[in-house]
């Protein structure tokens, strides 16, 4: 059989099993199977230690806040946000919800498993199997909670009302969060909200199993996020890397309980004109005994007719500045997202203007 027909029989079966990367684990096996074979895997070079992502205290004066986020968000596209108010222990229970989910018999979980994003509640491993060049050793829960409302009972009852509340305060802290962000940029206080940044959000609870064979694979291949911000929590055992814009290196996203992890997506580099930046980023595979877990929750525009449009907002352009990017339809650049693999060009380039 050729390479190709082998491989795309080889990702069938594994779909059909629906029991994702966990199911592989759960049956015992010690080597990874080679659709997990990453070609790229050679540039995996080791995290540089003496670096980190910055970390930003939230019960700081506000004029401090805003500068720290605003440098944050110019120079490394991610920071650690702490004293943000949300008690350790509402992270905890989230994360404990995610992973029970994901721990549920396999005959119990498989019934949930589906790529259909409709419907508010999905559950796959690799939202871009059938695209990318070699699968991830992780699989992952997905809910839509905005612009349109999630139909509740579709959400598994192990993990329905943590995800539920996890929202509402993942919202909170970001509404104040894009107050800051918006302030950093000269804008008024209200700027990203009035855009309606709040309103969509999709929520990835994803679970990186113990990988038998760290170096062959990664757990989320690098990329960039589409949307305007995200904002992750994750247990204990680290695995995310930011590529350093300074010195191209990767950096580690050192777990730090409580904190919450913030990441500029493309869109607001769009918008903000370059100023904020999307920055590229990855997860090694788990080479720990125990699973990893993190919940990203992604704000996007929940305005997405036909007509609504965004580009470089208007009060950041002038001569001396003017706009590095054209205008994007919403529904559009939504849809593209969703039917590309993930380790690809950022979205920002087909809307990159040219002599900039
Ligand atoms: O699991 C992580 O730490 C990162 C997740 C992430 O980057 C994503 O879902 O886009
Ligand atoms: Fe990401």
């Known amino acids: ?71 944050a968000c110019q120079d490394w596209g991610f920071f650690q946000l702490i004293n943000h108010g949300i008690p350790l222990s509402t992270i905890e229970k989230t994360i404990s919800a995610v992973r029970s989910f994901h721990e549920l018999p396999a005959a119990v979980r498989s019934q949930y498993y589906t790529r ?8 796959f491993s690799n939202q871009d199997l059938f695209y990318s060049e070699a699968a991830s050793w992780r699989d992952t829960l997905y809910l839509i909670f905005g612009p349109v409302r999630p139909e509740l009972e579709r959400i598994p009852e192990v ?15 970001a509404r104040e969060v894009m107050g800051l962000m918006s302030e950093g940029l000269g ?21 990186y199993p113990p990988c038998p064979e760290p170096d062959r694979t990664f757990g989320l291949v690098d990329h960039t996020d589409p949307g305007i911000l995200a904002v992750l929590i994750q247990d204990k055992i680290g695995g995310l890397q930011v590529k350093s814009m300074r010195d191209e290196c990767w950096v ?20 903000s ?33 036909e007509f609504d449009i965004y580009g470089p907002l ?25 039917n590309k693999k993930l380790k690809s060009k950022s979205q920002l380039d087909p809307y990159k203007l040219l002599g900039k």
């Open 1 to 71: 059989m050729a390479a190709s027909t082998d491989r795309a029989t080889s990702l069938k079966e594994f779909e059909e099993t629906k029991a994702g990367v966990k199911g592989l684990v759960d049956s015992g096996i010690t080597s990874i199977p080679t659709i997990f074979h990453d070609p790229n895997i050679h540039l995996s070079i080791p995290a540089a230690t003496h670096l980190s992502i910055p970390t930003v205290d939230l019960s700081l004066p506000r004029p401090i806040a805003v500068d720290h986020i605003r440098s």
């Open 116 to 123: 259909a994003i409709l419907g508010s509640f999905s559950y």
């Open 159 to 173: 993990c329905r009302s943590e995800l539920v509340k996890w929202d509402e305060s993942v919202k909170e802290v």
């Open 187 to 207: 804008l008024d206080p209200r700027r990203l909200e009035e855009l309606s940044c709040l309103e969509g959000r999709g929520m990835a609870g994803h679970y």
């Open 252 to 271: 580690d996203v050192k777990p730090i309980p409580g904190a919450l992890v913030f990441n500029v997506g493309d869109l607001l580099q769009i918008i």
């Open 273 to 305: 004109n370059d100023e904020y930046k999307s920055v590229q980023h990855r997860v090694v595979a788990n080479s720990d005994k125990e699973s990893r877990v993190s919940i990203a929750t992604f704000f996007t525009p929940g305005k997405r007719e």
């Open 314 to 338: 208007l009060e950041l352009i002038s001569i001396e500045k003017p706009a590095r990017y054209a205008n994007v339809k919403m529904i559009e650049y939504l849809n593209a997202f969703l």
